[in-house]
């Protein structure tokens, strides 16, 4: 991921989509300061409630910011709860490592915290093989909520489950959001989906942020171009119009596109998006796209 | 012999179709059966796609695994060009085996990666033992830019660990596309592709078909790609058919709940979705040990019927011309 910034304001949801591999994952590593070990760069600001949190020191911010402030739903997360260790005790860790909770008082915070992703509370005793992939996916959500986080990220919290049990997994996340004034990024390269939660919609291609904006615009008007295909490669279920391809693929990150990075891609290319990488431009919905330049 | 939706000029014929597993949940304990598929009857015609669709489970890969006897089936009957080949023996079925095709989901394990691209699309011309070296060379080459993988002399020299996932599922197609088969089965084709190339490999087996009248038995989970893709839509629900007509029809005005459910459940893109919950159905898909009686659809239907829906199977009746739906409260 190369340069990107946004805000998001609490209790609103930022969806990131794009495809696979443009560095979706690893924006929602970077917040969270969950580095892997042959990461060569990280630089930059990430502030919360005002504060900055790049000078945290890491024991400070392992004990201040995340799971507490900041969390997160990993993508696959579902299939990486232990076969050995009852689900309840997974999702009871964090308070008594990080509250010094004892067991009783972690134990009834447990069954609260299940209870509120609509499992039944016995669920604390029972084994991850003993869970459907739709329970198995409440579990994990009720882990990511059990310090009582402000924001919490979501990384394809669906993507691995069928259309129903992804829709009742939606519904719970909006239920969530309502009754605890949640704020998330939810992280997705399903478009449609995207917009069951997003209140402000960010574009990610090759590493990048390209596009940026409320959904009430994006979606029905987006400014980027490759915002534009992506929209339009979608197959709609609720209208006759016909899903086009974009040509190509996306670049290999270790050696991108000179310029914009989709200018190889891109139906409106001209010369200057070959050699200088466009800036934002616009108010409320930010694109980095040369034809946006004043006049342009 | 009855086939809802008719079998005239069908390359592909499935009658009361039925395909159970025996399964021992621990050795030495009485098999159990899974019902896996249950009474299915279907025909594909000639040049034609149908879509299975359906939730994770509910029989599709069975269904077109059994249709071209890559698994036998436990009753009911599969007929190819009228031909009855239920029982014939696999020696005598290799013509089959060059007729009908299955391009599979995971082009990740579909395709050798340590195989060139030209090894992969050869090799069935050299099992089915067709053409000269030359021949097959030429062959390969025109599947190849059928496929879009052009220039195909610089394509088929490449392994296939050195391609994109959206490459490697095009060298599925073209290994598919090779013999010329007259129907194949496109089993979640494009489900572990992206957005941008997703569109492409179906705008790809749309081309093939139209060329070369090649009928497609098309299994998804995705209502939308059927949308697009598909002349007649087949919805599954535990093992049975559950809806049956032509994509604007059933999508149009889809009779069945489940499919009112399944419409429901896949979001478009549009920024008022986060204003309302999804009426998505609650629970689970039963299991197919013992399937619910009656209609296996109604411990989960928001209009099931006491005393009428657990108790008598539906059939599935024509409620539209060529729209059927196996609902009692269906009209
Ligand atoms: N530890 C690592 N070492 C080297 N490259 C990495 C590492 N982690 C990620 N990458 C690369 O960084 C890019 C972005 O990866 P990332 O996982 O953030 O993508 P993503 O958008 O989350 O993709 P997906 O939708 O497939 O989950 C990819 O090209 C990936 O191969
Ligand atoms: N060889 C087998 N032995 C036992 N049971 C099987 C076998 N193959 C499939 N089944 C069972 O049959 C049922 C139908 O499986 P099938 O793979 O046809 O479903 P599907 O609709 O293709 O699902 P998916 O969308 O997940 O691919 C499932 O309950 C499955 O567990
Ligand atoms: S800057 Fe140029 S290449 Fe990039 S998206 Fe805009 S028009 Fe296309
Ligand atoms: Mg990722
Ligand atoms: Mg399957």
């Not at chain 2, 010329?180 to 569109?199: C, K, N, T």
Request: glycine share 6%.
């Amino acid at each position: 991921m190369d340069g990107i910034s946004f805000d998001l304001e609490r209790g609103q949801t930022l969806a990131i989509v794009g495809e696979s591999g443009c560095g979706k994952t690893s924006t929602a590593s970077a917040i969270l300061r969950m580095l892997p070990r042959n990461v060569a760069k990280y630089e930059g600001r990430v502030e919360f409630d005002g504060k900055d949190l790049m000078t945290l020191n890491n024991e400070d911010f392992r004990t201040q910011v995340r799971w507490r402030a900041v969390s997160i739903v990993f993508q696959g997360a579902m299939n990486a709860l232990s076969p050995m260790i009852p689900v309840g005790r997974q999702v009871a860790e964090p308070l008594m490592l990080h509250l010094d909770m004892d067991k009783e008082e972690a134990r009834a915070k447990t069954e609260e915290a299940m209870e509120s992703v609509g499992l039944p509370r016995y669920t604390v005793d029972r084994y991850a093989h003993e869970l459907s992939g739709g329970m198995k996916q409440r579990v994990v959500i009720a882990m990511a909520l059990v310090m009582r986080p402000s924001l919490v990220i979501l990384d394809e919290p669906t993507s691995a489950l069928d259309v129903m049990t992804q829709a009742n997994i939606m519904n719970l996340l909006k239920q969530l959001k309502e009754e605890q004034g949640l704020s998330y990024i939810f992280i997705t390269h399903d478009l449609g989906l995207s917009s069951e939660l997003a209140d402000w919609v960010g574009i990610m291609y090759a590493g990048q942020l390209v596009e940026v904006g409320p959904a009430e615009t994006v979606f029905p008007k987006p400014t980027h171009p490759y915002t534009q295909k992506l929209l339009s490669s979608v197959p709609r279920l609720k209208s006759e119009e016909k899903p086009d391809s974009i040509p190509g693929t996306p670049p290999d990150l270790t050696s991108p596109p000179k310029g914009c990075r989709f200018h190889p891609r891109c139906p409106f290319v001209f010369e200057k998006c070959k050699s200088f990488e466009p800036p934002f431009f616009g108010q409320t919905d930010r694109s980095a796209c040369w034809l946006l330049e004043a006049g342009g | 012999m009855y086939i809802p939706g008719g079998a005239e000029d069908a390359v592909l014929i499935l009658d009361r179709l039925e395909t159970h597993f025996k399964v021992r949940t621990k050795p030495f304990a009485r098999p159990l059966s899974v019902h896996a598929v249950d009474d299915v009857s279907l025909a594909i015609r000639k040049g034609e796609t149908v879509a299975v669709v359906g939730e994770s489970g509910s029989g599709k890969t069975t269904l077109g695994r059994t249709a071209v006897r890559l698994i036998e089936p436990t009753g009911g009957r599969v007929l190819y060009d009228g031909q009855d080949i239920t029982h014939t023996k696999m020696k005598n079925l290799m013509w089959l085996r060059r007729k009908t095709q299955i391009v599979p989901q995971d082009p990740y394990a579909s395709v050798n990666p340590a195989f060139t691209v030209f090894k992969i699309l050869e090799e069935p011309l050299i099992v089915h033992h067709e053409g000269t070296t030359e021949e097959r060379e030429d062959r390969v080459h025109k599947a190849l830019e059928s496929v879009k993988l052009i220039p195909p002399d610089i394509f088929e020299r490449k392994f296939a660990h050195m391609l994109s996932g959206g490459q490697r599922q095009r060298v599925a197609v073209a290994r598919a596309m090779i013999l010329d088969p007259e129907l194949i089965i496109a089993d979640e084709p494009v489900s572990m592709l992206d957005a941008s190339v997703r569109v492409s490999i179906l705008d790809l087996l749309r081309q093939i078909q139209t060329d070369r009248r090649v009928a497609f038995l098309y299994i998804t989970h995705d209502l939308a790609t059927a949308r697009h893709f598909a002349n007649r839509i087949a919805v599954m629900y535990a093992g049975k058919l559950a809806e049956l007509g032509p994509v604007g029809s059933v999508l149009a005005e889809p009779l069945h709940p489940y499919t009112q459910a399944l419409m429901a459940a896949i979001p478009d893109p549009d920024p008022e979705n986060r204003f309302r919950k999804i009426a998505a159905l609650p629970g689970e898909p039963p299991s197919l040990v013992s399937p619910p009686s009656g209609c296996r659809f109604h411990p989960r239907c928001p209009i099931a019927r006491q005393g009428l829906c657990e108790v008598e199977v539906p059939a599935l009746r024509e409620l539209r011309p060529g729209h059927f739906v196996a609902c009692h409260l269906a009209v």
